[in-house]
């Protein structure tokens, strides 16, 4: 008699969403199983590997983050296609230059930045605030307007102004980051929060990631909880890809600030953890270890 | 089910500013209110009452029982305040707590057999808060083993299950629930005592009410004797005499595992098929949980 293996059947599935438009487009989540469970069906899309571009000239970088950069550090749109041309899915731009305790850039020119961007990168856009929860609002709501209809994915949304960055980002046709600090009860709250008006296929999770070393089993343990909510439970608050924006996390850490190897291992072993806890996107700073990801995504190694 | 009312707490800043204060009409009115609202006991808890825990107690109790004759569960991690309280209960009181820990075995439970009280014997041991069901049983049958050596029978003994917080541990709240349900059949003869409010700590305040009589409907199907609650929550009370019995079917029918299709159903008892999903641990708590 043949053997058959036992295979566990689930109710729920990852929304799919889409990033970007026409040929730039890109498909996220859409999966019915658990990360890299390809045995138990369909994944739809497989994860994907972003590159951070940085719109303060790298300030504060680890020296061998910034190496494969150094020349276009300053032109973040070159920068972006560096990115592209090295491996990546797409592009994660942060926009540290709005930081009113930093360079403060104002929102026009953030939106102006964004704009370039999007005409003239390959790719779809994914754009992180500088974490002020107040100037994010101006800061996000100027790219949105600026950017109608191209659809970037835009956050982060927070407890604190949710409601004016939900705002901005229905209004003109993007996807939101729902962001909430490791905590899988603050996540489906946000969650529920924002799908009062939003689809579900215009919102990604970021439950934040930590380093290796920095709490970086409490990130683990939140994305794959999340996974298995609303995969094996079908919670519907829960069926949102996830993205793991980790790069900035590992290459601040004193041991990837002491030791460029380091960086690099801590790096990859942190965006392999992720990738196993169930992250859709993965948000790195180095060109090689983005190519190391999309070999284990694609099962070569 | 007993209620015994919960609102004199020193946590409460009106609480512990008339007691510094040794002012005693706030408490008196919180005792009144609450007797009235249909406390068949009330809890006086003091917390650990380091200063003054002897005077403090004393004329806590004298205060109390000036205005009411409801019998009283004292409340304090300290045992010269417990002595000092129980001395002057004129009904039989009820000592709260003891655990399995060495220092409450050892200077708490000898006051339950000196004064005569019934006795409340929480799970937790010097090693904590047992995390299972199994642990539970493990440390309580080994507590209440040593209380009856004192001389202290298993009818005086009300055993507290610990509530968790349902936004901190999610699961901890059914393994409280079954660890009740099983209780009697363990220790025949004791009786069942449970910090409700605790199940909705950390909760936003509007919402908490829900939380803690939806447990208190579910706690109360499997057995559970008596409960420290907030007395004045009118539904709570209503459920308590039999009221809201749609809800406390539909309640009974989500422990069950029957789908509830809650969105046919009226606001309130929608609400209630919410809540008890979220405490079966059927869907994942969120401060939002009524919303979803």
């Given at each position: 008699m043949e053997y058959k293996a036992p295979l566990e059947k689930y109710t729920g599935r990852i929304r799919e969403i889409t990033l970007g438009r026409g040929e730039k487009s890109l498909k996220i989540g859409g999966s019915s199983i658990l990360p890299l469970h390809h045995f138990e069906g369909n994944a739809a899309n497989r994860p994907v590997v972003a590159l951070e571009v940085d719109?303060?000239?790298?300030?504060?970088?680890?020296g061998s983050a910034v190496e494969p950069f150094k020349d276009v550090v300053n032109d973040p749109v070159k920068w972006g296609a560096r990115c592209l041309k090295l491996g990546a899915d797409l592009v994660c731009l942060h926009l540290?230059?709005?930081?009113p305790n930093g360079a403060n850039n104002t929102p026009a020119e953030a939106a102006a930045l964004v704009k370039r961007m999007t005409q003239e990168l390959d790719s779809p856009l994914i754009v992180y605030g500088c974490g002020d929860d107040k100037k994010d609002v101006e800061v996000l709501t100027a790219i949105a307007e600026a950017c109608q209809n191209s659809n970037l994915l835009l956050g982060p949304a927070v407890k604190e102004n949710y409601e004016a960055v939900l705002k901005a980002v229905a209004d003109n046709g993007h996807c939101i980051i729902a962001q909430t600090p490791i905590d899988i009860n603050l996540e489906k709250e946000l969650s529920v929060k924002l799908l009062k008006q939003l689809p579900p296929e215009r919102i990604v999770i970021d439950p934040l990631s930590s380093a290796l070393g920095y709490g970086m089993e409490y990130s683990f343990t939140i994305m794959e909880r999340t996974r298995q909510v609303g995969v094996?439970?079908?919670d519907a608050a829960m069926q949102m890809p996830v993205i793991a924006d980790l790069g900035r996390e590992c290459w601040k850490t004193n041991q990837a600030r002491s030791d460029g190897e380091q960086g690099m291992l801590w790096e990859s072993i942190t965006a392999l953890s992720l990738l196993l806890a169930g992250a859709d996107i993965l948000v790195l700073r180095h060109p090689d270890n983005c190519r190391l990801l999309k070999e284990a995504i694609e099962g070569k190694i | 089910m007993i209620l015994i009312g919960e609102n004199i707490h020193i946590i409460s800043k009106a609480v512990n500013e008339a007691v510094r204060d040794r002012d005693g009409a706030p408490i008196q009115a919180l005792a009144k209110a609450q007797a009235r609202a249909g406390a068949d006991y009330l809890d006086l808890n003091l917390g650990?009452?380091?200063?003054?825990p002897e005077e403090v107690a004393s004329w806590l109790v004298d205060t109390v029982q000036a205005v009411t004759d409801l019998p009283i569960s004292l409340d304090t991690m300290n045992p010269l305040a417990m002595e000092a309280g129980l001395k002057l209960?004129?009904?039989?009181?009820?000592?709260n707590s003891a655990s399995g820990k060495a220092e409450s075995k050892e200077k708490m439970m000898p006051l339950a057999v000196k004064y005569s009280t019934q006795v409340v014997i929480s799970v937790i041991t010097d090693q904590g808060c047992p995390p299972d069901v199994d642990s539970r049983v493990e440390s309580i049958m080994e507590t209440v083993a040593y209380a009856n050596s004192l001389g202290i029978d298993n009818e005086d003994i009300w055993v507290d299950p610990i509530i968790l917080p349902v936004s901190a541990d999610q699961k901890q709240v059914r393994e409280a629930l079954e660890f009740v349900r099983i209780l009697t059949d363990l220790l025949p003869g004791v009786k069942s005592v449970v910090g409700l409010s605790n199940v909705s700590n950390g909760t936003p305040a509007p919402l908490r009410g829900i939380l803690n009589r939806t447990y208190m409907v579910m706690l109360e199907r499997n057995g559970l004797y008596s409960a420290i609650a907030d007395v004045l929550d009118q539904e709570l009370i209503d459920i308590n005499r039999g009221g809201l019995n749609d809800a406390k079917v539909l309640i009974h029918r989500v422990m069950d595992g029957e789908t509830v299709d809650?969105?046919?159903?009226p606001e309130k008892e929608k609400n209630y098929v919410k809540t008890a999903r979220v405490l079966m641990g059927d869907a994942l708590y969120s401060h939002a949980w009524l919303e979803s």
């Open positions: 719109d303060n000239g790298a300030a504060g970088w680890a540290e230059g709005t930081d094996v439970y079908g | 650990p009452a380091r200063k003054e209960c004129r009904k039989r009181a009820l000592l809650a969105d046919t159903l």
